[in-house]
């Protein structure tokens, strides 16, 4: 079994800043990929980001690249999602997932999930 456990959301204004967490734990990783959804209010989940935990390299939804960046801390067990110039439609619960198999397992059909974090993101 996989435990996921995120935080790090909040309030914050148009242009500022968040730095999302996601503290794992469970089985081993070095096979699987860590991602990000968000699931707005009226709105399906959507991917945003996802990490491949052995070789660090990445996947980002179009519309958040130059502006978020997913990174992992393997001693720590955490992926960050670092948020950036935060624009009012990126408010919605952000959702961490993991999925065996790497970045396309995890991105498009993860086998566990996390309980969410909410992120507003004001005018």
């Known amino acids: 079994q996989v435990q996921l456990e995120e935080s790090g959301g909040g309030l914050v204004q148009a242009g500022g800043s968040l730095r999302l967490s996601c503290v794992t734990s469970?089985?081993?990783?070095?096979?699987?990929?860590v991602g990000w959804f968000r699931q707005a209010p009226g709105k399906e989940r959507e991917f945003v980001a996802a990490?491949?935990?052995?070789?660090?390299?990445?996947r980002l939804k179009d519309s958040v690249k130059g502006r978020f960046t997913i990174s992992r801390d393997t001693a720590k067990n955490t992926v960050y999602l670092q948020m950036n110039s935060l624009k009012p439609e990126d408010t919605a619960v952000y959702y961490c997932a993991a999925g065996s198999g790497g970045i396309s397992k995890a991105s498009t059909n993860p086998d566990y999930w996390g309980q969410g974090t909410q992120v507003t993101v004001s005018s």
């Open positions: 990490i491949s935990w052995a070789f660090g390299s990445t």
């Open positions: 469970g089985r081993a990783f070095s096979s699987y990929a």
